[in-house]
């Protein structure tokens, strides 16, 4: 009995120098830029206007239906809420923001860690750490300031907390009331969060014989959080636009089995996708064959989302829409490697150590090359600084200005912004601009070739009001009101 304490004592130090020095390295490339990514201007909108007092939902970015895919008009409050910490605290520094983020994550693959303990034996589950601390798309998307790694955090807390409920210990109470807090939390992060509260539901039925009432308290508190942000927070219930489109199913399961692929990169002579292949039969035997029935909650959270994402598809976000179930499908991967070791009396923890060792062996021609160590200067970059603050001092602060990126442009300007149409005309793009208001348009070296084009040559704009560096501020044409009636 010493002896397995002394393994698991030995093992949760491991996995705390991992995770402390995981995010000692995310420290020393973190930077204060930041790329043209839109998202994080507007939670910082958010987070501004609640240390200001404000309401939350006057960030300036006015949603444009015809380009939907820019944002929703108003994000969930929790991520917000978090980056008044550093806000609050150190002011805009970029770099600190990032800092919470990569605590976030860094927490996140350690409760990770104690959630696969007993899926994945002790001497297995600490490969998670590094398989996930260490993969080139997560350490790049360290450098953006976005809900999705803090979601995580939130989402096996809940995952973690649930687990210990079910485990029939003397806490069932306090472990299903945590369970259900950090479920509303994840909720409040990112609208997919959602889906926890079937988890919980599955998990009150599935438990009800050995718990009782007790199991339903992860669920009621899950509905009293959600309900609190949302009183709290009533313009933040809108979330991203939804778009379901089943006639699109084989393609968007064809862009989500490329997306889990890409998480392995392709790697010399293609081992990451050789990886990835066989994984999928792994993933497949760890589900299959296991017996623990505390999974049930892992798997319910696996098929909903993954259907979530095959009926809404990927949006092309890519990875980051696949991150939330990639965790679990490691522990499954882990998993059916143990269950094959075993089968042929071969050592499970040297094979799972050596399938380990391959994972990040793909991983090091991306991880010399530095790509993670820093961000594009993007809007910080000094002639984006140039054009926004042009944009302050001739536009009216009253008016609305047309950008490419109209929450980056309402965050550096405090002008109000909306997303510029999706159209093949630049005429019937102005006329549209006009008849919402809109006299303002701010051109740039990354807008549509189409609308380069129409710029350089002032097509259909009056004359240019400043132009500097790529980028061109206009005033919309008066003589267009004739066309709005057409």
Not at 69 to 78: D, E, T
Not at 334 to 360: D, E, H, R, T, W
Not at 437 to 454: M, N, Q, R, T, W
């Amino acid at each position: 009995m010493n002896h397995v304490q002394n393994r698991t004592g030995s093992q949760y130090i491991l996995a705390l120098t991992l995770c402390i020095a995981g995010l000692l390295f995310y420290f020393s490339f973190l930077d204060s830029y930041h790329d043209w990514g839109d998202d994080f201007a507007q939670y910082i909108l958010h987070a501004q206007n609640i240390l200001e007092g404000k309401n939350y939902a006057d960030t300036g970015y006015i949603f444009n239906p015809e380009n939907a895919i820019i944002g929703p008009s108003v994000y969930p409050p929790v991520f917000p809420l978090l980056l008044c910490i550093p806000i609050g605290i150190f002011g805009m520094d970029i770099y600190f923001i990032k800092g919470l983020i990569a605590l976030a994550f860094s927490l996140s693959l350690f409760i990770i860690f104690k959630l696969s303990l007993a899926d994945n034996g002790r001497k297995y589950a600490i490969w998670l750490i590094p398989i996930l601390g260490l993969n080139p798309f997560i350490l790049k998307f360290l450098q953006e300031i976005m809900s999705d790694l803090p979601f995580i955090l939130f989402l096996y807390l809940s995952l973690y907390f649930l687990r210990k409920q079910s485990e029939r210990n003397q806490r069932q109470i306090l472990y299903g009331i945590l369970a259900g807090i950090f479920a509303g939390i994840a909720a409040g992060t990112r609208i997919p969060g959602y889906i926890l509260g079937a988890v919980l539901l599955v998990y009150s039925f599935q438990n009800w014989k050995s718990l009782k009432l007790n199991s339903a308290i992860p669920l009621v508190s899950f509905l009293i959080i959600s309900a609190a942000l949302l009183i709290a927070f009533p313009d933040s219930g809108e979330g991203y636009p939804m778009e379901i489109n089943m006639g699109n199913l084989i393609t968007n399961t064809v862009d989500l089995g490329r997306t889990y692929f890409a998480f392995f990169g392709k790697g010399l002579f293609y081992l990451g996708w050789t990886i990835a292949l066989a994984s999928i039969f792994f993933i497949l035997k760890g589900i299959i064959k296991t017996k623990d029935e505390n999974r049930v909650s892992f798997f319910v959270f696996l098929i909903l989302y993954l259907t979530l994402l095959l009926i809404w598809g990927m949006k092309g976000h890519g990875i980051r829409l696949l991150l939330p179930v990639i965790p679990i499908l490691l522990i499954f991967f882990l998993s059916g490697v143990q269950s094959f070791a075993i089968k042929f009396m071969l050592n499970p923890g040297l094979v799972c150590s050596f399938v380990g060792l391959i994972i990040l062996l793909n991983y090091y021609p991306v991880l010399v090359q530095g790509k993670h160590s820093s961000s594009e200067p993007g809007p910080y970059e000094s002639n984006a600084r140039q054009m926004f603050s042009a944009v302050k001092e001739i536009i009216p602060p009253d008016e609305t200005v047309a950008f490419f990126k109209p929450r980056t442009m309402a965050y550096f300007s405090s002008r109000n912004s909306i997303g510029l149409d999706k159209t093949e005309s630049l005429e019937v793009l102005l006329v549209r601009m006009q008849k919402r208001g809109v006299h303002y348009f701010v051109c740039s070296p990354f807008d549509a070739e189409l609308i380069k084009k129409s710029c350089e040559t002032e097509a259909m704009i009056s004359t240019a009001l400043w132009n500097q560096n790529n980028y061109k501020i206009f005033k919309i044409d008066q003589s267009l009101r004739s066309l709005s009636n057409k």
